[in-house]
């Protein structure tokens, strides 16, 4: 995917004098403006799908197995910012393949419930989602709000997924989001439960369109 924006080049070269880039895999280093080492390129399997979610198109990267899981914990939990411009680089790739990258006016993180984010000092997706930014020229827009604490989804079965996240979002505030066509972020998507409650929260809103991208997608057993 060939990139122009040259202060987002800036900043990697930049942030790499101090901090050298990594393959988000095996952790050999890498140039600069490179996303992964060729060994682990070669055996990297970037599915690139789009299809049909909420009225919308949901655009994910790979599925979510065993080593891809890797690349998910490590930005989740360690910030690690190899593994999170791997990701935005990726779905960015993922929407270049569908022409769709300047499809949308904003990209919307799915939002973290404040305490959650104090406590870990930052959102994964809401770094995914500027890194993309810079990437394709889109802004974000931290349009939504958590309103409470939730349970871990992965503990829960389809219905109950559902329920635990009904009417958990809410649009900010102040946000216009009126006949914009938004782009909504999250890392990983199993049922879509989380994602379909967004929808629910800034269709109300009036937006143009909502499509979605996720770096991974667990596969749904038959």
């Known amino acids: ?6 202060s987002y080049e800036l900043k990697r070269r930049l942030a790499d004098l101090f901090f ?3 393959c988000p895999f095996c952790s050999r280093i890498i140039g600069a403006m490179d996303y992964i080492c060729e060994g ?3 055996s990297f399997k970037a ?14 990267v ?20 190899s593994k999170l411009g791997f990701m935005a680089y990726t779905l960015c790739a993922c929407l270049a393949k569908y022409k769709a990258a300047r499809d949308f006016d904003v990209i919307v993180p799915v939002p ?3 305490g ?6 930052f959102s994964q997706s809401e770094k995914i989602a500027r890194e993309m930014s810079m990437i394709i020229g889109v802004p974000t827009e931290n349009a939504v709000v958590k309103l409470r604490r939730t349970k871990q989804q992965k503990q ?3 219905t109950q997924r559902r329920d635990n996240l009904k009417n958990t979002f809410e649009v900010l505030s102040g946000m216009d989001i009126k006949g914009k066509r938004l782009l909504i972020i999250d890392d990983v998507t199993t049922t879509g439960a989380t994602l379909a409650e967004m929808y629910e929260a800034v269709s109300k809103y009036g937006c143009k369109s909502a499509d979605f991208a996720v770096f991974s997608k667990t596969a749904q057993k038959a």
């Open 1 to 6: 995917m060939e990139m122009k924006n040259n």
């Open 116 to 121: 959650d984010k104090l406590k870990r000092g």
């Open 47 to 60: 599915d690139n799908r789009c299809e049909e979610f909420c009225g919308g198109r949901l655009f994910w």
């Open 112 to 114: 973290m419930y404040r």
């Open 62 to 81: 790979c599925e979510y197995n065993d080593k891809n899981r890797r690349i998910v914990y490590g930005a989740k939990n360690s910030r690690d910012g």
């Open 40 to 42: 682990c390129a070669a």
């Open 156 to 158: 829960l079965s389809k």
């Open 20 to 22: 050298p880039n990594r």
